[in-house]
């Protein structure tokens, strides 16, 4: 058992009547709203994944509309939209091109064009529902549907859902992943973000049949608000063919499942942020809070870099009890902008948040190998013939309890049996490449995908036995100390764009964020309070492994031992984008 918060809220005040659940209450909300005016279009766009079903048994029929419209009738065919897409889509099963396109693209011009007059000769109250509703008309009352992805991807894992504009519920999870992730992603939120700036509410279809709604207002204060506090995002759990016991029993996890391999407790891109107006708790995608509060959030110098992306993750991989993790490379830069569309590669790090005695780190290749040697026998464990001798080609370092290891892409890597690592690296996190699975299948009793072509192209061979020594292991420097405090820089290595600092202390110590977002996890300690010297924002309490975020705009701010821990000495890790 533990006081990990799996469910981590923000409380908006001073908004309590904007927020509504169930059908009902939605629909006499929306209807209040819409009895202003004789003549009105009211629009109720929706992000990929959302049940429409829900939508026209629950919530149309009681809106009382002349004229009842779904965009998707619009859309142009799955013929049409493989041959739009086929370039970003590939060949392969996890890796894509990021796309450009824009939502109108992927509609039939005349057929919108026909929906559009349909609409402009309606009298009373006409409804434009679907993914790219407002296409058709800008609404007189603006919905938006919203829907977090780690729901969508459970939609998909349970063959409800398909990619958007197909039926290919049956196809393979790693092929629509990739479909969603290269490109309905992205196309969405581009045409979601000028809508959430202007929407007249917004609607949380995340739990089925069990809808809330808020309104525009409330729901903008409410980012505006979570960009100057500290705050925590939904973390997801997820099982994999090598995961662990740890996160289980620690984080209080289903006991039945088979183990949990990670937990993306700061991945923006990917988590939940949950709100809560009253009674009402809203969830949203946490990129929502990306999207609209880019300046607060992550500050100028970070924003005018990476744009309205969170470029920092936080996550969990566990092997305690569990396996190897597969041994892996990730791209540079060049190679994933060329190849992907990315403008930034995953750089990382392991730190060692616990470890069983005997734990180690695969990183980096051996002194005096040849390079060409080691491709070939990865390619003879890829065709069966043999299994890869790691032993041979790569170093292996013990790993123990608060340990670092950087990883700067190019660098050949994995964490062995027996750790609870900490991930902190930059977003991009699909970019893996495997070049040896320990000759194992997936928990679906597929082969997982190993990228041998890609990988022997970006590993960095110059990485070996004494750099990785000299650069990767435990680098750490002394920084500053104080009065029951010391701070120390672990990393990242310089090819890295973000700076982690390392702070034990048993006393209130001071940070501030310099006008960048941080990102922190109490890896030592209980029990941590999180204040403002100018009392900015209310008090805010992090438990033992929990991740963090501090917005840029917050400034300066103290944490101190709090409850039970008061009186020890405790740990944090925050990590920024160095400028």
């Known amino acids: 058992m533990t006081a990990y918060d799996k469910y981590p809220e923000v409380s908006v005040q001073g908004y309590d009547d904007h927020a509504w659940q169930g059908w009902d209450a939605l629909a006499t909300a929306l209807n209040a709203h819409l009895r202003q005016q004789p003549k009105t279009v009211l629009v109720i766009d929706c992000y990929p994944g959302v049940r429409l079903q829900e939508l026209e048994q629950h919530l149309l029929p009681a809106l009382g509309a002349k004229q009842i419209v779904n965009v998707e009738a619009a859309r142009q065919d799955e013929q049409a939209l493989h041959q739009l897409l086929a370039r970003n889509l590939t060949d392969d099963r996890v890796f894509g091109v990021l796309s450009c396109h824009q939502l109108e693209e992927f509609f039939d011009a005349q057929k919108l064009s026909a929906l559009r007059e349909n609409v402009a000769q309606a009298e009373g109250l006409s409804v434009i529902y679907g ?78 049949n069990a809808p809330a709604m808020v309104s525009g207002e409330a729901f903008r204060a409410g980012l505006a608000h979570t960009s100057r506090r500290p705050f925590r995002v939904v973390p997801f759990f997820d099982p994999g063919v090598w995961g662990g016991q740890w996160m289980k029993k620690r984080f209080d996890l289903d006991p039945s499942a088979p183990n949990y391999a990670w937990c993306f407790d700061c991945v923006p891109e ?36 990476f ?28 190679y994933i902008q060329q190849h992907f569309g990315m403008h930034y590669t995953q750089d990382e790090s392991y730190y060692i948040l616990d470890a069983e005695p005997g734990a180690t780190v695969y990183l980096g290749t051996k002194t005096g190998i040849q390079p060409q040697e080691m491709i ?28 670092h290891f950087l990883i700067p892409a190019g660098t050949v890597h994995c964490s062995g049996s027996g750790t609870l690592v900490l991930e902190i690296s930059a977003t991009p996190y699909i970019f893996t490449f495997k070049l040896w699975d320990w000759g194992r299948v997936g928990l679906d009793g597929l082969p997982r995908p190993v990228h041998l072509q890609h990988g022997k192209d970006v590993i960095d ?48 110590v001071t940070h501030h964020t310099h006008g960048g977002v941080n990102v922190l996890n109490l890896v030592e300690g209980a029990q941590a309070r999180v204040d403002s010297p100018d009392g900015a924002f209310e008090p805010f309490i992090v438990h033992y492994a929990e991740t963090f975020i ?17 009186g020890q000495t405790l740990a944090t890790m925050k990590a920024w984008v160095r400028g």
């Open 131 to 208: 993914s790219g509703a407002a296409l058709v008309h800008p609404g007189d009352v603006l919905v938006y549907a919203d829907l977090a992805r780690w729901e969508i991807q459970q939609r998909m894992r349970s063959s409800e859902l398909g990619n958007w504009g197909v039926e290919n519920q049956s196809e393979d999870i790693l092929r629509r992943y990739k479909r969603a992730f290269f490109i309905e992603w992205r196309v969405f939120d581009r045409h979601k973000t000028p809508l959430l700036k202007r929407a007249d509410f917004l609607l949380d279809s995340n739990l089925q």
């Open 270 to 305: 990917e988590n939940s942020l949950l709100m809560r107006f009253g009674k009402v708790r809203i969830e949203i995608p946490s990129q929502d809070l990306v999207l609209l509060q880019p300046h607060a959030l992550l500050g100028d110098k970070v924003h005018a870099r």
């Open 307 to 334: 744009g309205a992306e969170f470029p920092i993750r936080f996550d969990f991989l566990d092997t305690m009890g569990g396996q190897n993790l597969s041994f892996q490379v990730h791209p540079l830069t060049e």
């Open 376 to 403: 070939d026998n990865l390619a003879c464990a890829q065709r069966g013939e043999s299994p890869f001798d790691d032993q041979r080609f790569v170093n292996q370092f013990p790993a123990r309890k608060h340990d």
């Open 461 to 508: 061979w110059q990485r070996d036995t004494a750099w990785v020594e000299e650069h990767l292991v435990n680098h750490f420097e002394p920084v500053s100390a104080g009065d029951g405090w010391q701070e120390e820089r672990t990393g990242l290595h310089e090819r890295e764009f973000i700076e982690t600092r390392r702070h034990w202390f048993n006393k209130a």
């Open 550 to 566: 501090i917005p840029a705009a917050v400034g300066e701010y103290r944490i101190a031992p709090y409850g039970e821990s008061v």
